[in-house]
């Protein structure tokens, strides 16, 4: 069974850094694409990131491009979003999410439970 | 920045009704790499339809996708009481990634 599990998500400061983390299991992770999608309180659905198998290939959505950073650890199957320069606007539920198939171009067919991040003072 | 613009914002219907969702979008969706989820509260989102057309596995049939180009619809041909919830369509080619703003179906 797939499982994507996330972890990390807190209440932060603005200005301050979180890094999520997001455990694969039931798949064999390091043939797939991964991706970020979070979601504002009450608001629809926005994608964050991706990252190609091997960690080589990555993009960002504008609104976080230079203040997060997608990595990935094939040996230890876990996905991360490094979240620098936080703002309030970034307050959101964080999913991961995995491709139907191996190639690039796939929708998120499985998704984590979401982790909470939460900007505030 | 391919924009996908999602109609009614709201669609309240009873159960047994035939719901149609459109999601149009600001350039053409290359290869039709076009998807629709759904959403209920506190849940993640759930894969309906990938490539415009072709419904995820374990979905059932009462779900159809179509289109192409610009304009894509969703049917649910009769409502059951678990359809009600938010549905979102996604482009999933061009970078960056974009979703609809979501079309929430209601029991009327």
């Known amino acids: 069974e797939v499982q994507l599990v996330e972890s990390g998500g807190g209440l932060v400061q603005p200005g301050g850094s979180l890094r999520l983390s997001c455990a694969a299991s039931?798949?064999?992770?390091?043939?797939?694409?991964m991706h970020w999608v979070r979601q504002a309180p009450g608001k629809g659905l926005v994608w964050v990131s991706r990252i190609n198998s091997d960690g080589t290939s990555t993009s960002y959505a504008d609104s976080v491009k230079g203040r997060f950073t997608i990595s990935r650890d094939n040996a230890k199957n876990t996905l991360y979003l490094q979240m620098n320069s936080l703002r309030a606007e970034d307050t959101a539920v964080y999913y991961c999410?995995?491709?139907?198939?191996?190639?690039?171009?796939?929708?998120?067919?499985?998704w984590g439970q979401g982790a909470l991040v939460t900007v505030s003072s | 920045e391919i924009v996908l613009t999602q109609s009614p914002g709201t669609l309240s219907l009873s159960p047994g009704e035939r719901a149609t969702l459109s999601c149009r979008a600001s350039q053409s969706v290359s290869s039709s790499y076009l998807a629709w989820y759904q959403q209920k509260p506190g849940q993640a989102p759930r894969l309906l339809i990938y490539?415009?057309?072709t419904r995820a596995t374990g979905i059932p049939d009462r779900f159809s996708g179509g289109g192409s180009g610009t304009d894509f619809t969703l049917t649910i041909s009769r409502l059951e009481p678990e359809d009600f919830a938010v549905y979102y369509c996604q482009q999933y080619v061009t970078l960056p990634l974009t979703f609809g703003g979501g079309t929430t179906v209601e029991i009327k």
């Open positions: 039931g798949f064999t992770f390091s043939t797939y694409w």
């Open positions: 490539g415009a057309s």
């Open positions: 999410a995995r491709g139907v198939t191996v190639a690039t171009i796939s929708p998120c067919v499985y």
